[in-house]
């Protein structure tokens, strides 16, 4: 049984890597002048989100800790943490983001599923967790739209 599971996950895998990710460059960048407190408004996005979505991730929080700081949450399968090198948090305003992105990421290792999330931009932006393995985002979480104000 156990060999099937690590099939499954590893077709999975090729499938979501060989849908294609975009080139471009991450823009990390933030400023310090706007100190205006953060709010967040989430929603799942339906459509093309939905076909790379594996239900053994989940982002089950980001609410926002002021100055523009969101505590991001999420949740992840044993059978999904077994495979993980890692998580990699995605904040775009692409409303699908995924690996590489050209918003802000952040990596986190395997043993870690929060995230204060400091230094954020203001506006609308979308939210997106991902397993990473061999260095690549394996499997996604649902997308959040997530308003820093």
Known sequence: MQR?????????????????????????????SEQDQPSVQTT???????????????????????????LVEFEVTDEANEVAEGYRMILSNEEVPE??????????GRSHTSKEWKGL???????????????VCAAYSEVMEVEVK
Not at 100 to 106: E, H, I, L, N, V
């Open 44 to 70: 799942t996005q339906k459509g093309a989100a939905s076909e790379k979505v594996n239900p053994g991730i989940m982002i089950t929080k980001a609410e926002p800790l002021g100055n523009r700081t969101l």
């Open 99 to 108: 690996w590489p992105t050209k918003g802000y990421w952040y990596q986190l």
């Open 121 to 135: 931009p203001l506006g609308k932006r979308y939210l997106r967790v991902c397993v990473v393995e061999d260095d």
């Open 4 to 32: 099937f599971k690590a099939v499954g996950i590893t077709l999975a895998a090729l499938i979501l890597v060989g849908g294609g990710c975009a080139n471009g460059t991450t823009d990390n960048t933030t400023t310090d």
